[in-house]
């Protein structure tokens, strides 16, 4: 499936849920993150992006100004939470985290991101599974 998405200059809202987007669009769309400053909120539900897929968005998640992040069911595992925890770190701008629905995330993985989020001192929401 190909899959084309624009974001104007000046646009703040990058909405791509339940678009067939695979880890190879993540990847794009962390080094968009990384040039798009005035990105405010980033939804990638309902895709499968994967652990290598959340890899790359927490790896751009340093420079970005995102303060609302929607990944709940991306088929990510305990190890995508733990590369997106350490991204979740560095980041000083998301306030609300939609991680639900991640069912391969175990207790440890959900630990983890929440150790984060605690640990940036920004982050007042996290949705993630009972």
Not at 3 to 16: D, H, K, P, R
Not at 62 to 87: K, M, P, W
Request: hydrophobic share 45%; with cysteine.
């Amino acid at each position: 499936m190909s899959m084309s998405v624009v974001l104007l200059i000046g646009e703040a809202e990058l909405n791509v849920c339940s678009c067939g987007l695979s880890a190879k669009g993540a990847i794009s769309i962390s080094e968009l993150i990384k040039i798009k400053q005035t990105l405010q909120v980033l939804d990638i539900s309902l895709n499968p992006i994967g652990d290598e897929g959340i890899t790359a968005i927490a790896q751009s998640l340093h420079r970005a100004n995102i303060n609302q992040l929607y990944v709940y069911e991306c088929s990510i595992t305990d190890s995508g939470a733990v590369a997106f925890a350490a991204g979740l770190r560095k980041n000083y701008s998301v306030k609300l985290l939609d991680v639900e629905l991640n069912d391969d995330i175990t207790i440890d993985g959900v630990r983890v991101i929440l150790e984060a989020a605690v640990a940036n001192g920004v982050c007042l929401e996290v949705l993630i599974n009972d």
